[in-house]
Structures are given as structure tokens and as C-alpha cells.
């Protein structure tokens, strides 16, 4: 019998098969501009110095392989809310932040929809509301879960930036006591993230209404370069007390994309009420994976707590995101100097230098993207989104050029 005839075949994920498809490619001249992962200059991987170091040292330790509990191991989730909500968080220090090691940010995003969907108290059709646009797989892991995501306004196409006014009236239209998902910073895929005056402004409506704050902080470090200004909302929100949780990854600022490190943390309103909360991660965590993975959480607790190799990270983060920098500013010259016409809406490229983060939101078009991808070996997603990390010194003057034809 045909157990499984029943099954449709799925799409490929769209990210995943552009990488496919780059790879495949035999053009010497193609650029990756699709997925989000670091590269240098000389468009390689960079494993971070730090890493390798914290990595020889936890290798020469004679740790053995027992499981970890099932919440991870201690030294790094405590390392890690720390470098969330900082050292002098009064939330940490009144032990309200309680705190789960999980499979990178993608398992703190899964485990805290779970969590979510069995213990909040939806006002409204177990809805969680999501930014237009958003990661991709926002959707999909919470509609998982058995919740609805549901997109508020946030990127206007006309400005190529922030829809501040559609954002605070839907905040304001929804119903008390909602759930909103917010990119701590570095907004992927638009690299526009509010200003530290929106943020407040945003805080006081959250507190307002009695939202809940449902952080992603998939970036900290690799927006500014400065890992403390990056969690700066996160703060602002805890300090407030306004109900919260954050899911973070060391992907991508550590570099550590394949290790799966990360970790989930929910501020409670009080120490017992913290507890609760993580007895009930516990016995969703223990069903879901039992325990998380330890070598990715021994290397980052180490680079978290050893003062000499922080100060080292905290250079590697700025060797990183200086880079970035310089590839706007280099592509935004460049665009200037063959006069390229500016998108739709736009009277210049100004946008590519004032986004932030991994992504630009260049504002091509459909037809421009896949012509950048058919013609040029150019890849980049369908939404005009590039990975400013695959661009460097040998092959900014190559995509410059392939826009400026593109949009002529
Ligand atoms: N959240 C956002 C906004 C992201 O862009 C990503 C990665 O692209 C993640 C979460 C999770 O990544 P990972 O599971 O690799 O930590």
C-alpha cells in the first residue's frame, strides 16, 4: 500500500535553494548576496580569532559528554542574560529572568511560541502579531505551534523606511494584553529599525495597553558594533517592566551559525513567578530535544566570562560590523558616482547607508532581482533584500555596475 501518496511535495526553502542554486552556478564572476551569514573581504567565512582560541581551550579541558540539564548549561545562560539585559539589570538581580539554553535563535523563537501557546492568555484568537515584512520563518514557527501570526505595518516601500505612524496605530488598534514580536535590532530582511525616541515612544504604548514584548535578538553586536547600544530596547522595555521575553543567537556574532547556540529568557513579575515559568520550559524542552548540545555553550561561556578573551570578541564584532559599514558607504559612492537612478520614492541610495545590520533593503524590484540572478549570477532575494556581508573590495564595483544596468 501507498502509506504516503497522500503527501505533497513541498517547496524547497527559498534561501536555502538560492544558495543551491549560486553554488551550482559556474559564472567565476557570481555573488551571494541571499544568505545572511558573515564573510570577509575575500568573501570566505570567518571563523572569529576568539572562537578559535575559547574552542582550543575547551577542547584541551577534559570535560567529558554527559548530558547537560535540560535547561542548558548554567555558566552560559547566566553569561547570556547578562549580555542581554546587562550587568546592572534590576530584573537579573531580583532573579525574575529566568533562562533556557536552546538550538541557536530558532529554537528560542519555537520554545517561546510553545510556551506561549500553552500558558498566555489570548485576548484575541491566539493571535501574535509580526512585523510586515519579517524573517521568514517567523511565520511558520508559529503557526507550528498552533498560534496565528498576523502582520502589523512596518516598512513603507515609498520612504524605503520605517511606517513609524502605521506601526503605533496598529499598535494602538489592537486589543489589550497583545502579543508583538519585535526585532531587537538589525530588523531582518529591512535593516530599518526604530530610533532610541520611537523606541521610547513605543514602550510607553506596550505599557499602555499591557502588550507583551516578544523580542528577537538575533543581531546584538552586529547593528552598531557596540553589543550594549544593540540590546538598548531590550533594556528599555525590562527597565519598564513590561511583560517580556527574548530569544537570542549567537550565530551570528559569534560566528557560530552550525553550532546552534542560543538561548531563550522570560522576565517574570516576580522570583516565584520566574520559577513557574521555567519549570514549565523544562518539561517542554524535555519532550522537544531532553538537552541542548554543549560545545557551542561551553566556547560562548568562555568568551563571556573570561575578561581577556570579551575584549577580544568585542574587537572581532567591530572587525565584523565595521566591514559592513564600509561596504555601504563604498556602495553608496559607487551608486552616486555612475549616477544610478535612485528607486521608486527614492531621490537617492541614502538608504543603503542609513540601514543597519546584515541587510539592506535596496528597493529593486521583482523584475530587477531576478534579473540580477539570470543575467549577472548576481543572487539576492525576490524582495530587493542583499546580505551587505557578501559584498567586499573585489566585488562591489561588479554589483554597483550590474544595478546601475538593472534599473536603466
Ligand atoms: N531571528 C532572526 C530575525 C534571524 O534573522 C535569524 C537568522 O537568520 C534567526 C532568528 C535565527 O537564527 P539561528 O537559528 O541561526 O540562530
Excluded at 510607553?204 to 543581531?219: I, T
Excluded at 543597519?356 to 540572478?373: E, H, P, R, Y
Aim: proline share 5%; hydrophobic share 40%; charged share 20%.
Amino acid at each position: 500500500a501507498q502509506v504516503w501518496s497522500s503527501v505533497p511535495l513541498a517547496p524547497p526553502d527559498s534561501i536555502f535553494a538560492l544558495t543551491a542554486r549560486y553554488v551550482a552556478d559556474t559564472n567565476p564572476k557570481k555573488i551571494n548576496l541571499g544568505v545572511g551569514a558573515y564573510r570577509d573581504d575575500n568573501g570566505k567565512p570567518w571563523v572569529l580569532p576568539v572562537v578559535k582560541k575559547a574552542s582550543r581551550k575547551v577542547e584541551e579541558s577534559d570535560r567529558d559528554h554527559e548530558y547537560l540539564s535540560i535547561t542548558g548549561l548554567p555558566a552560559f545562560t547566566n553569561a547570556a542574560q547578562k549580555l542581554v539585559f546587562g550587568e546592572d539589570s534590576l530584573s537579573v538581580k531580583e532573579n525574575r529572568v529566568i533562562s533556557v539554553q536552546t538550538l541557536s535563535g530558532t529554537g528560542a523563537n519555537h520554545l517561546a511560541a510553545l510556551f506561549m501557546s500553552r500558558f498566555y492568555q489570548f485576548t484575541k484568537d491566539k493571535e501574535i502579531y509580526i512585523s510586515n515584512p519579517t524573517w521568514a520563518n517567523h511565520n511558520a514557527i508559529i503557526s507550528n505551534v498552533g498560534l496565528n501570526p498576523v502582520s502589523y505595518p512596518y516598512y513603507n516601500p515609498q520612504t524605503i523606511g520605517l511606517d513609524f505612524e502605521g506601526f503605533v496605530k496598529s499598535i494602538e488598534s489592537m486589543p489589550a494584553k497583545s502579543v508583538i514580536l519585535l526585532h531587537s535590532c538589525a530588523h531582518n530582511p529591512t535593516g530599518v529599525d526604530p530610533t532610541s525616541e520611537q523606541w521610547q515612544i513605543l514602550a510607553e504604548l506596550f505599557l499602555k495597553k499591557g502588550h507583551y514584548a516578544f523580542f528577537d535578538s538575533a543581531y546584538q553586536g552586529f547593528a552598531t558594533g557596540d553589543l550594549d547600544r544593540d540590546s538598548s530596547s531590550v533594556r528599555l522595555f525590562a527597565s519598564k517592566r513590561i511583560p517580556m521575553l527574548v530569544c537570542q543567537s549567537f550565530a551570528k556574532n559569534a560566528g557560530l551559525y552550525n553550532e546552534r547556540v542560543g538561548a531563550l529568557h522570560v522576565v517574570g513579575a516576580s522570583e516565584d513567578e520566574a520559577q513557574r515559568i521555567k519549570s514549565q520550559l523544562s518539561v517542554l524542552q524535555r519532550s522537544e530535544i531532553s538537552n541542548p548540545p554543549a560545545y557551542g555553550a561551553h566556547v560562548v561561556s568562555l568568551i563571556l566570562t573570561d575578561p581577556e578573551l570579551f575584549s577580544e570578541w568585542k574587537r572581532d564584532i567591530k572587525t565584523m560590523s565595521s566591514r559592513i559599514i564600509e561596504m555601504r558607504d563604498q556602495l553608496y559612492n559607487k551608486l552616486q558616482e555612475l549616477k544610478t537612478p535612485a528607486p521608486a520614492g527614492r531621490s537617492d541610495w541614502g538608504h543603503i547607508k542609513s540601514q543597519i545590520g546584515m541587510f539592506s533593503f535596496t528597493g529593486l524590484n521583482k523584475a530587477q532581482c531576478d534579473s540580477l540572478v539570470n543575467n549577472y549570477s548576481i543572487y539576492l532575494t525576490a524582495n530587493g533584500r542583499i546580505s551587505m556581508a557578501g559584498l567586499n573590495t573585489h566585488n562591489l564595483q561588479r554589483f554597483a555596475e550590474s544595478v546601475d544596468e538593472v534599473v536603466r
